[in-house]
């Protein structure tokens, strides 16, 4: 199934500005995911992973590019509906990414 969908995030805990507007393209089958989307430093990220399912409630992780030197990196993101919650890096500092994702 392919999905479309625009997400909102807020970034806790980093000095940066960072993009906010994330349009998204995302295939699922059997729970494996893969996609594409505009990233919070304005690349493009594409990703591929593993979707786990509970009522409500999920959990997301895989390895996705465009954030830094290395070529992909580890991701992880819990959801509830459709708010989202991750660990995200900006140097030595860890936070968090939350936010909020419209699909059709």
Same mark, same amino acid.
């Given at each position: ?14 000095? *940066? ?15 494996y995911i893969a996609g594409a989307y505009y990233n919070s430093v304005n690349n493009i990220s594409l990703y591929a992973g593993k ?11 895989? $390895? $996705? ?7 992909? $990196? ?11 919650? *991750? ?9 968090? $990414? ?7």
């Amino acid at each position: 199934m392919i999905e479309l969908a625009l997400a909102f995030s807020l970034h806790l805990g980093f000095k *940066g500005d960072y993009n906010s507007i994330h349009p998204h393209i995302r295939y699922n089958e059997q729970n494996y995911i893969a996609g594409a989307y505009y990233n919070s430093v304005n690349n493009i990220s594409l990703y591929a992973g593993k979707r786990f399912e509970l009522n409500d409630f999920g959990l997301e992780g895989g $390895v $996705v590019t465009g954030y830094s030197e290395n070529t992909f $990196v580890p991701y992880i993101r819990g959801t509830y509906k459709d708010f989202f919650i *991750g660990p995200a890096r900006e140097g030595n500092r860890t936070g968090i $990414v939350l936010g909020y994702e419209f699909k059709w």
